[in-house]
């Protein structure tokens, strides 16, 4: 007799993907599920028309400019979904203080929580607002423009998950604003991101989670920042422990074709980025605060199972 239970689908049935501490959003179902939201016409790129700088390196990984790109990269819509889900109260309040394009902020209203983005483009933060008109009318996402360090003070709201994901310092670079993060030296950054980040802190009730998508950036040497462990220690220096540090494995893109001349240097090319969990408050207060994942399909929703 062929046993044909497989627990990964119960898994998927119970909490949207099995929690586990690598997510590959490469899997069919992820990008079922991904493209059942872009349905819905989300279009994060858009504010960012003119593109992104990236800063180009050669083989010896020295910089020699930067090149326009024509689109900067979607925030993950099913990774918002799973995060919401799996970490925030039920019609909870939600804090995004490097909100970038649309896609976080439809996803939690969608979803029936509250969101509130901030970011420094006025470009930006319009079409975000069209986007959020158009697809919700009756249920916008709220987002504010300014330097989060400075919008951050006027917020009087206490918040239930703050879910961001920050500039990678110089890595991309998305406006000559002296007050854009992308543009300071990385000592700078280090001390304004620092700044933002306690504020968000101060801002997330007790007994709830922060959640911060990070990755790593090397230097004009190659070697890797400490983005990571800057970003750590943060959150430690604020009293928050990390809880969970989850893989998020990405789509290879164009990373065969570059890998040949990365590898001359030694250097293994990264297709993943790493999701933070840290938790402000008493672990014994998780059961009572978290229901149970809500996994059901909405009505002409993809069932990712």
Same mark, same amino acid.
């Given at each position: 007799?062929?046993?044909?239970?497989?627990?990964?689908?119960?898994?998927?049935?119970?909490?949207?993907?099995?929690?586990?501490?690598?997510?590959?959003?490469?899997?069919?179902?992820? &990008?079922?599920? #991904?493209?059942?939201?872009?349905?819905?016409?989300?279009?994060?790129?858009?504010?960012?028309?003119?593109?992104?700088? /990236?800063?180009?390196?050669?083989?010896?990984?020295?910089?020699?400019?930067?090149?326009?790109?024509?689109?900067?990269?979607?925030?993950?819509?099913?990774?918002?979904?799973? /995060?919401?889900?799996?970490?925030?109260?039920?019609?909870?309040?939600?804090?995004?203080?490097?909100?970038?394009?649309?896609?976080?902020?439809?996803?939690?209203?969608?979803?029936?929580?509250?969101?509130?983005?901030?970011?420094?483009?006025?470009?930006?933060? #319009?079409?975000?607002?069209?986007?959020?008109?158009?697809?919700?009318?009756?249920?916008?996402?709220?987002?504010?423009?300014?330097?989060?360090?400075?919008?951050?003070?006027?917020?009087?709201?206490?918040?239930?998950?703050?879910?961001?994901?920050?500039?990678?310092?110089?890595?991309?670079?998305?406006?000559?604003?002296?007050?854009?993060?992308?543009?300071?030296?990385?000592?700078?950054?280090?001390? #304004?991101?620092?700044?933002?980040?306690?504020?968000?802190?101060?801002?997330?009730?007790?007994?709830?989670?922060?959640?911060?998508?990070?990755?790593?950036?090397?230097?004009?040497?190659?070697?890797? @920042?400490?983005?990571?462990?800057?970003?750590?220690?943060?959150?430690? @220096?604020?009293?928050? @422990?990390?809880? &969970?540090?989850?893989?998020?494995?990405?789509?290879?893109?164009?990373?065969?074709?570059?890998?040949?001349?990365?590898?001359?240097?030694?250097?293994?090319?990264?297709?993943?980025?790493?999701?933070?969990?840290?938790? @402000?408050?008493?672990?014994?207060?998780?059961?009572?605060?978290?229901?149970?994942?809500?996994?059901?399909?909405?009505?002409?929703?993809?069932?990712?199972?």
């Amino acid at each position: 007799m062929v046993n044909n239970y497989n627990p990964n689908g119960e898994l998927r049935r119970n909490f949207l993907v099995p929690p586990f501490s690598i997510l590959d959003s490469k899997k069919y179902y992820w &990008n079922e599920q #991904k493209r059942f939201w872009i349905s819905k016409g989300i279009q994060s790129e858009l504010g960012r028309d003119a593109g992104c700088n /990236v800063e180009m390196t050669n083989e010896n990984w020295e910089k020699y400019g930067r090149k326009p790109m024509p689109a900067t990269s979607i925030f993950d819509p099913f990774l918002c979904e799973i /995060v919401y889900k799996w970490f925030c109260t039920k019609n909870g309040t939600i804090l995004d203080p490097f909100a970038g394009g649309s896609v976080r902020g439809i996803v939690a209203n969608c979803l029936g929580y509250k969101y509130t983005g901030i970011d420094l483009s006025e470009k930006q933060i #319009k079409a975000n607002v069209e986007q959020g008109e158009k697809i919700l009318p009756d249920n916008k996402p709220t987002w504010l423009i300014g330097d989060s360090d400075e919008v951050l003070d006027t917020l009087t709201d206490a918040y239930d998950l703050v879910f961001t994901c920050p500039p990678y310092h110089d890595l991309e670079v998305y406006s000559e604003d002296e007050n854009d993060l992308s543009n300071l030296d990385y000592d700078l950054f280090i001390k #304004k991101y620092e700044s933002i980040l306690t504020k968000s802190i101060d801002k997330l009730k007790p007994n709830r989670f922060f959640v911060i998508v990070v990755s790593d950036i090397r230097d004009k040497n190659g070697f890797y @920042k400490g983005f990571l462990e800057d970003t750590v220690n943060i959150f430690l @220096k604020n009293g928050l @422990k990390k809880y &969970n540090d989850i893989i998020l494995a990405k789509p290879l893109g164009t990373l065969p074709i570059r890998a040949n001349n990365m590898f001359r240097n030694r250097k293994i090319g990264k297709c993943h980025e790493n999701v933070l969990v840290f938790y @402000k408050g008493s672990v014994k207060e998780i059961q009572d605060n978290f229901n149970e994942i809500d996994s059901t399909p909405k009505k002409n929703e993809v069932p990712w199972w």
